[in-house]
């Protein structure tokens, strides 16, 4: 890497597992976030 460690096997599945762990909260907060403003946007009524 950048400090001349070895970038093996193991480093690379725990990389991966670290960023699919990010992607998949990041991808839950959208979906929470969305499904909130649909609840507002129903329970508002029609307009």
Same mark, same amino acid.
């Given at each position: ?20 762990? %990010?992607?998949?909260? #990041?991808?839950? +907060?959208?979906?929470? =976030?969305?499904? %909130?403003?649909?609840? #507002?946007?129903? +329970?508002?009524?029609? =307009?």
């Amino acid at each position: 890497m950048s400090q001349g460690e070895p970038f093996n096997l193991t480093r690379l599945v725990s990389f991966a597992f670290i960023w699919g762990g %990010a992607a998949v909260f #990041l991808a839950a +907060a959208m979906h929470r =976030a969305r499904a %909130a403003r649909r609840a #507002l946007k129903d +329970a508002a009524g029609p =307009a």
